[in-house]
């Protein structure tokens, strides 16, 4: 059975710093890009980072560059979602996902409904 779990999440305070886990069983996480999403209450899914299979390419929303940071780790078969300087905008729901056989263009984008396969979220709320 393939699945993806988030974890890591929590609350902070305005300023501090979070790292998401996604963990994959069933599959590896060399064969798929990897995004991160969140969506906050009221608001749609929005994309906040992907990267490539290879992990060469990698996209940020304008609204958190410099801040988070993607990676993963194939030997633990986890990607992460670094968050540094976190705001109370930041705060949602925070969901990873994968999909096979995606062009770098498309990977680029970080559009939701590109990705097939989701974990169940993990909650980060940043207020003080």
């Known amino acids: 059975q393939q699945q993806l779990v988030e974890s890591g999440g929590g609350l902070v305070q305005p300023g501090g710093s979070l790292r998401l886990s996604c963990t994959a069983s069933?599959?590896?996480?060399?064969?798929?890009?990897i995004g991160w999403f969140r969506q906050a209450p009221g608001k749609e899914r929005e994309g906040v980072s992907c990267?490539?299979?290879?992990?060469?390419?990698?996209n940020y929303a304008d609204s958190v560059k410099g801040r988070f940071t993607i990676s993963k780790d194939s030997a633990k078969n986890t990607a992460y979602l670094q968050m540094n300087s976190l705001r109370p905008e930041d705060t949602g729901v925070y969901y990873c996902?994968?999909?096979?056989?995606?062009?770098?263009?498309?990977?680029?984008?970080?559009?939701?409904?590109?990705?097939?396969?989701w974990g169940q979220g993990t909650q980060v709320t940043v207020s003080s």
């Open positions: 990267i490539s299979r290879s992990g060469r390419s990698t």
């Open positions: 069933g599959f590896s996480l060399d064969l798929d890009a």
């Open positions: 996902a994968t999909a096979r056989q995606i062009t770098i263009p498309t990977i680029l984008r970080c559009n939701p409904g590109d990705f097939g396969s």
